[in-house]
């Protein structure tokens, strides 16, 4: 009689793993579906995104967004910030997006010659975010068909956490006049500064947790356009 009840527990718990198999199988083939699905969309959408580039709206938000937050957190740092204003340089298109990595934001000095001669900071993002605007959260920088994937995270908190780190370059420049980033160490910049890429994570992390204070109001605005 134990040797039945425990043949028939044995069975029992071979067929619960067989069906948590078969469940799992069926689980990674439907993802493997829909991220295939995505990445034939995204490529037809982002045709699609040229209309957005340009877009008065977009800049407005962009602009608005990054400058309220150079300015309240510039206050909090008692930093002036006047002397080198900040301007949204629009959106650019980034074709080195290849294994999951992709440059997802700019912010460099400009020297502006008219209507008077001043610097100014210019950021840009990559255009890849346009495409969560038509609802993807990722961007694959490899066919989905063919099994071993990659790609980029372009969902509208990445989106926030790239102005976040754009900022803080900005934050630096005013600061410092220059500004450095563990991507530069990555990368093997000329430009990485150990002491600066401390600074600039910090304060992307400050940024970051003060626009999250209003994330859902950005998120309405984002969704308007």
């Not at 877009?55 to 006047?82: M, P, Q």
């Not at 700019?106 to 100014?120: A, D, S, T």
């Not at 994570?201 to 204070?213: G, M, N, P, S, V």
Request: glycine share 4%; with cysteine.
């Amino acid at each position: 009689m134990l040797g039945l009840t425990s043949g028939s527990v044995l069975i029992y718990q071979w067929w619960t793993r067989k069906q948590e198999l078969e469940r799992l199988k069926s689980q990674l083939a439907y993802q493997e579906q829909e991220a295939h699905r995505q990445y034939q969309l995204q490529n037809n959408y982002l045709i699609s995104t040229a209309d957005l580039v340009n877009s008065y709206e977009v800049h407005a938000f962009f602009s608005d967004l990054l400058n309220t937050y150079a300015r309240k957190f510039s206050k909090s740092k008692n930093l002036g910030i006047s002397h080198l204003p900040l301007k949204f340089a629009g959106l650019y298109s980034e074709l080195k997006t290849s294994n999951g990595y992709g440059e997802m934001g700019r912010c460099f000095p400009h020297q502006v010659i008219y209507p008077v001669k001043q610097k100014e900071a210019n950021i840009s993002l990559n255009r890849l975010y346009l495409l969560n605007k038509l609802g993807h959260d990722c961007y694959f920088t490899s066919n989905p068909q063919y099994g071993d994937y990659t790609y980029l995270d372009i969902s509208f908190d990445k989106m926030i956490e790239t102005c976040a780190h754009e900022i803080a370059h900005y934050i630096q420049l005013v600061k410092h006049d220059r500004s450095s980033c563990e991507s530069d160490l990555v990368l093997n910049s000329d430009r990485y500064n150990a002491k600066l890429a401390c600074e600039h994570e910090k304060f992307t992390q400050e940024i970051y947790q003060l626009i999250k204070q209003d994330y859902s109001l950005w998120e309405r605005k984002w969704k308007k356009i």
